[in-house]
């Protein structure tokens, strides 16, 4: 059917995440992008993107269509969910706009329609969370009535090289039926490999892996090089006589910041705990990397006292003020 059927595809959230993939399918796809933000959409309609990343000749293809309105998602065999996951102020999951997204598309959700998520998420999240909202909405049975599937997004803003359609994806299944709707749409369009993963909560699981990951890598050399400070040796300098072993990897220290790195950890985190679980590693990387950017700020300040500096003269440049280069200033007024 895929071959013979122009679908149409519906993605619920154009942010960072979802705008990329909506152009991208609209290579093969109709494609209906959908937004609650009525700004976006008027902007996205004169071909403006904030996030520069599409130009305005990028985004005039007659198969991608911008709407504020909820209904037209009723028309589509495909509905994909890029909706962001922050944090609330006590660093826990916040699904409000997850389950907000679910259940305006279980309002509108027709039979034999295949939803799938991209948002980061705990592991367990779509099954328990999402699914029930979707059938409570549409008064339809998941895996019967119509499908889902999960399939964590790996967009990387500003970067040009590592884009939607050339990165491998993972891809996952409430049953066999769904899994194999969701390859369908995904391999007419994506380049790379498509891995299989044997559960949604294994695909939930592995995004969060990939993150927590660098997290703990990053606070590993932030704590390093805290002691060589102490030491008085230089981390740079211990770096790169590390690197000349053949299995030494050369990670660095840095800030933390973003969408990804420094928020989900706490997902993962959250749900330890609630499986009776307190891990202790992932909790003691993020203290390290949260505490990074005070450090710098009283190291600063001791610098100012050591040298009589007044502080009411002092002016201080900041060399990258996004989270990672290639971001538009936009980013941080938003955030």
């Not at 993020?286 to 300040?301: E, F, G, K, P, W």
């Amino acid at each position: 059917m895929i071959r013979t059927k122009k679908f149409k595809i519906g993605v619920v959230g154009l942010g960072y995440v979802g705008l990329p993939i909506a152009r991208t399918l609209a290579e093969k796809y109709d494609v209906i992008g959908f937004d609650i933000n009525e700004g976006k959409i008027k902007e996205l309609r004169r071909g403006y993107d904030q996030t520069g990343q599409f130009s305005k000749k990028a985004l005039s293809l007659d198969t991608l269509h911008f709407f504020t309105d909820e209904t037209k998602l009723s028309a589509c065999d495909y509905l994909i969910v890029t909706v962001p996951t922050p944090l609330t102020k006590a660093n826990e999951p916040n699904l409000s706009f997850l389950k907000d997204a679910t259940s305006t598309i279980g309002k509108n959700l027709s039979r034999k329609t295949t939803v799938i998520f991209e948002s980061t998420v705990y592991p367990g999240t779509t099954e328990e969370i999402c699914i029930p909202i979707l059938e409570t909405e549409s008064q339809l049975v998941a895996g019967k009535d119509f499908y889902v599937g999960y399939s964590p997004e790996r967009i990387n803003p500003g970067d040009e090289e590592h884009v939607f359609k050339n990165t491998p994806k993972i891809v996952a299944g409430q049953n066999k039926e769904a899994l194999q709707k969701v390859v369908s749409l995904y391999q007419k369009v994506i380049e790379a490999n498509l891995h299989e993963a044997p559960s949604i909560k294994v695909a939930e699981a592995a995004k969060i892996l990939e993150n927590t990951q660098r997290d703990v890598n990053i606070a590993l050399m932030n704590e390093f090089s805290l002691i060589c400070h102490k030491l008085n040796i230089n981390t740079l300098d211990v770096i790169a006589a590390a690197k000349t072993k053949w299995n030494f990897t050369p990670f660095t220290p840095g800030l933390v910041g973003g969408h990804c790195i420094s928020i989900d950890p706490y997902y993962l985190i959250y749900k330890a705990k609630r499986a009776g679980y307190h891990p202790q590693l992932l909790s003691s990387a993020r203290q390290i990397n949260d505490s990074i950017s005070s450090y710098i700020v009283s190291s600063l300040l001791a610098l100012v006292v050591s040298h009589k500096l007044d502080v009411k003269q002092l002016k201080v440049a900041l060399l990258g003020v996004t989270f990672k280069e290639n971001i538009p200033i936009q980013e941080i007024q938003r955030h």
